[in-house]
Nanobody, 114 residues
Framework: QVQLVESGGGLVQPGGSLRLSCTASGIIFSSYIMGWYRQAPGKQRELVASMSSGGNTNSADSVKGRFTISRDNAKNTVYLQMNSLKPEDTAIYYC????????WGKGTLVTVSS
């Protein structure tokens, strides 16, 4: 059974930082593209950042220079370091694992507000 468990969300002030973690089980983690998506209220889910099994990364223009995705294959964990957070980053952040079919975590809420 595949499980993706996110952690690290919370309330942060504008300009602050958070690090999200997602630990996977039930998959050969190192062979999967790992990604972070987010969904804000009333909006569609969108890609934030992804990292291939080979370490290539892709990120949304809105987070370039502020968010960094990384992975630790020994720990079956993918991270999203989020700096210089803005109110518009407020969303539920979902972990995604993809090779043939996608798997999703349940999400973690990030709220950026003063």
């Amino acid at each position: 059974q595949v499980q993706l468990v996110e952690s690290g969300g919370g309330l942060v002030q504008p300009g602050g930082s958070l690090r999200l973690s997602c630990t996977a089980s039930g998959i050969i983690f190192s062979s999967y593209i790992m990604g972070w998506y987010r969904q804000a209220p009333g909006k569609q889910r969108e890609l934030v950042a992804s990292m291939s099994s080979g370490g290539n990364t892709n990120s949304a223009d809105s987070v370039k220079g502020r968010f960094t995705i990384s992975r630790d294959n020994a720990k079956n964990t993918v991270y999203l370091q989020m700096n210089s957070l803005k109110p518009e980053d407020t969303a539920i952040y979902y972990c995604n694992a993809f090779r043939v079919v996608p798997f999703w975590g349940k999400g973690t809420l990030v709220t950026v507000s003063s």
